[in-house]
Each structure stands twice: as C-alpha cells, then as structure tokens.
C-alpha cells in the first residue's frame, strides 16, 4: 500500500534523480481510478528542489524558500490539485517549532504553479476544526470560484470537501489563503504561494535564472508555548518568510551573472521594507501583473504592504554573501518583550550582586546597548529562539526573523540551489581594525556658517512651555 508519506517520497526521489520530476499521481495504480487526486504531504521545513513540470506546458519552475510545489494530476487536459487544510506541526527554528494551522503537513501550505491558459481545479478538504475557504487572491475567474465564505459559496465545514475550477487567465504572482474566520486562520498560518508562469515569451516578463518565492507571516507564540495568539492584531514576536526565522531561513544561492527574480507577499499585519545589499532591484512584477518596463526604476528597498505582492529582479553580478531582509529592525529579532526601559548608560555596578543574592540566575544587561543579547549564555525558556542568533564567518550577525543571505558565487553551477558555504572574500577586501589610539585628539570644530538667507534672521521662537492639568480636572491652556 502506498501511503501519502511514500508518495511524496517518490516524488521528491524522482526530482532528485532530475527524471520526471515528481510523481504524477495519475500513475499510482491505486489512486487511478479515484475521483480526487491523492493528497500529497510534506513533513519538514527544507527547501524542496524546484518541481520541474512532468507533463503539461514547460516553464522555469520557482523555488518556494523552505517550502514545496504541490506535485498535480493531470486528468482529460485539467491540472488537479489537492489541498488539505488541517493542523500542523511547524519547526520555525531549530529548537522552535509551533502548532499552526497549514494545508498538506505545512504552514505556508505548498506552492501551487501552472501556465497562463491552464484549466485548473483545485479539492480542498477541510480537516480543520471549523470551517474554511480558499480565495484565490489576485486571479481573474468567474465570481463562484472567487472563495468568500458567505458571499461567493458557502463555507467548506469540517470533514467536507469543495472543488474549484477555472483557468488561469493572466500570468503573475499570486497567493491563496482563506477568507473565512480570517484572522484566525491567517494567525494561525493558512496561506500559501500561486506562479502563475507566462506560456510563451511575454514582453514584460524577462526570463530569469533563478526564481525564488515566499511569503510574509507573524506569529504572536510566547517563549516556552507553542500556539499562536491569535487575538493579537500588531505587537508580534515572530516575524517569518514562509513561517520560518532567522537562522532557520535558508539561504538564495546563485550564479554570478545569473538574473534573479524574488517573489514576496504579505499576509501580516504592518508593512515590510524588503532591502537587498550589494545590488539594485527593479520591481518587475505585482499581484495585478507585470509592471510595464518604462514604469519600473530601480532601489535596495522595497515596501511591500498588507495584502500586497511584490517581484523583484536583478542580475547577481557582484559575489559575495549579501544580506537580505526586512529594514525595520525590529522585524529581524525573533521573541522578545517590548516593554523593557532601556538602560543605555545606567550603571549596574553592585546592583547585579545585590539581586543575585536573591535570584542567582539575574545578569545585568542593556547598559551598554543589546549586542550582549547575542553573546551571552543565558538559559532560555524551552521551545523559543534567541532574539538575535545566527552565527556567521566572523561571529554573531545578531540577527533574527525576516533575514537571509543572497549567496552569489562565480563557480555555483547553473540550475544548482545548493549552499555554497560562506564567502571566501579576497585578501585585503575586508574592513579591517588599525592601529589607532582610543582618545586620539580631535580636529578643532569648524567655524559656524552665517548664511544671509531670509530664514537667519527669522525671530527666535518662544521657548516651549508645557503646562500641566490644574489638578480640578481642568486642562490648562
Ligand atoms: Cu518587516
């Protein structure tokens, strides 16, 4: 008998040996003569070799960063698919793993990818404990295929099961997630990446190298718990690419010299100023379609807000190990409280004796800034990641949640995603210490300008005055 684990393990077999490229369910004997393709099911968090497309229209497959394409059937000419929303079990970290809700084994479920013109149909079963619904965000398709529980079908309840069709009309970057009981279901990780791939060369849209996509989720888990809460609407502590934090997030491994197209959408609640060191992106693509050339410019940083889709593409052309990330830095820390006074330039001294006589494990931190948070050996609660890890050719990079590394490397062979390792920079092109004296003295301060603009000679404001309530419940004014 062949269980859905063994099927999956063909599949992943079959694309390792770069022969078919994934099991076709339509060849298991078993399953043939079934209505519904079998599901297929994924345990753990690594990224899956791209699927190379066994049958139907070709295209240059997307590799889902610590994730999977959804292998199809393909039945009288229709690409069918199987998603099964249900619980899951998501490492996001070694050491942190937390109980989501997901489709086929994993939070973000799998990469659904197919070609401009494909007819598609899509089962979705509902093993979840309440109900569900897929809307299929960013596709043209006829209204009743359009998954708003209560305004375009009914809602798909536990243990049933709901068949959507229609042809994929338009190529682009889409995404899926359920638009029922959302902010549950979204807390707890229901989503997952749609390409959409253009069937014959498309004017707008470059034919690239390498192809990576993920999406943008947070999570609100306590250190030392293991279910989202889902009531949280901003102050997350976990924020992931594809459910995963830093260092848990793989690497993006290039060719130099290779064009590199990154797909991101957002499925949380704030924006994420997406940056890329060491090279210029254009934004070549959104989930209304490819932006035209003559609209696109280029930038390091790219905002990419709620609800929103963004590709970006550039060539590789400089190696190196180049950080990638979210620039809001509190988005590349993982679990941490944010009600802490800071404590810069206060001094400890005596103070962390005195407690330790009381709480032997207490350590002083902050005076000095965070960075202390990276190096010290301090026992954190079970199933949580420190708020800033990640160890790198040169120590801590002091980083967490939304961080990765663009890996580009002159002898990376074509087509191979594997990491390469850390770079090994030439001698002398690395930002080195010298020799200089600490209290070295300081170049006299220069003259202060007097410009004879208008503005010089404005009059001088009042100083600010702050006047507080009268004490009766009165403002002052
Ligand atoms: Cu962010």
Not at 65 to 88: C, I, Q, S, Y
Not at 249 to 268: A, E, H, M, P
Not at 439 to 463: F, G, Q
Request: charged fraction near 20%.
């Amino acid at each position: 008998m062949i269980s859905r684990r063994n099927l999956f393990a063909r599949a992943a077999a079959g694309a390792a040996l770069g022969a078919a490229g994934a099991v076709n369910a339509s060849s298991v004997s078993r399953v043939a003569m079934a209505a519904l393709p079998e599901p297929v099911l994924r345990e753990g968090p690594d990224t899956a070799p791209p699927l190379t497309p066994p049958d139907g229209r070709p295209y240059h497959p997307v590799v889902t960063l610590n994730g999977w394409t959804l292998p199809w059937r393909m039945r009288d000419g229709v690409k069918e698919f199987h998603l099964v929303a249900e619980p899951v079990l998501r490492e996001l970290a070694p050491g942190c793993t937390a109980h989501l809700w997901g489709y086929n084994g994993q939070s973000p479920g799998p990469t659904i990818e197919v070609v401009e013109g494909d007819r598609v149909r899509i089962y979705v079963t509902n093993k979840l404990p309440e109900h569900t619904s897929v809307h299929w965000h960013g596709q043209r398709l006829p209204n009743g295929m359009d998954g708003v529980s209560g305004l375009t079908q009914p809602a798909i309840k536990p243990g049933e099961t709901f068949v959507y069709e229609f042809v994929a009309r338009r190529p682009g970057t889409f995404m899926y997630h359920p638009h029922a009981d959302e902010m549950t279901q979204m807390a707890m990780g229901m989503m997952g990446f749609w390409v959409t791939h253009p069937k014959t060369r498309h004017p707008q849209i470059a034919e690239v190298q390498r192809d990576f996509c993920f999406l943008l989720s947070s999570y609100d888990i306590d250190p030392g718990s293991y279910t989202p809460r889902t009531m949280t609407m901003t102050d997350f502590n976990l924020w992931t690419w594809n459910s995963r934090i830093f260092p848990g997030i793989d690497t993006l491994n290039v060719r130099q010299g290779d064009r590199v197209r990154i797909r991101v959408g957002n499925l949380t609640m704030t924006n994420h100023p997406i940056h890329i060191h060491g090279h210029e992106f254009e934004v070549t693509g959104t989930d209304g379609g490819p932006v035209p050339k003559s609209a696109r410019w280029p930038e390091v940083t790219t905002d990419i807000a709620v609800g929103q889709m963004r590709q970006v593409e550039f060539i590789a052309d400089e190696p190196g190990d180049w950080a990638f990330h979210c620039h809001k830095s509190h988005h590349t820390m993982n679990a941490m409280g944010h009600q802490v006074d800071t404590l810069i330039g206060v001094d400890h001294r005596g103070l962390a004796a005195r407690i330790n006589k009381v709480i032997p494990d207490y350590m002083a931190m902050g005076e000095r800034g965070m960075a202390d948070m990276s190096e010290m050996e301090m026992p954190i609660p079970e199933n949580t990641a420190p708020m800033m890890a990640g160890q790198g050719p040169h120590g801590s990079l002091e980083m967490g949640g939304m961080f990765s590394v663009v890996k580009v490397r002159k002898d990376q062979p074509p087509g191979d995603y594997r990491d390469p390792g850390w770079y090994a920079a030439p001698a002398g092109t690395v930002a080195r210490r010298v020799d200089a004296p600490a209290d070295a003295p300081r170049a006299p301060a220069a003259p202060h300008a007097h410009p004879a603009s208008p503005a010089a000679s404005a009059p001088t404001p009042e100083p600010l005055r702050v006047r507080k309530p009268d004490g009766h419940g009165h403002q002052g004014h």
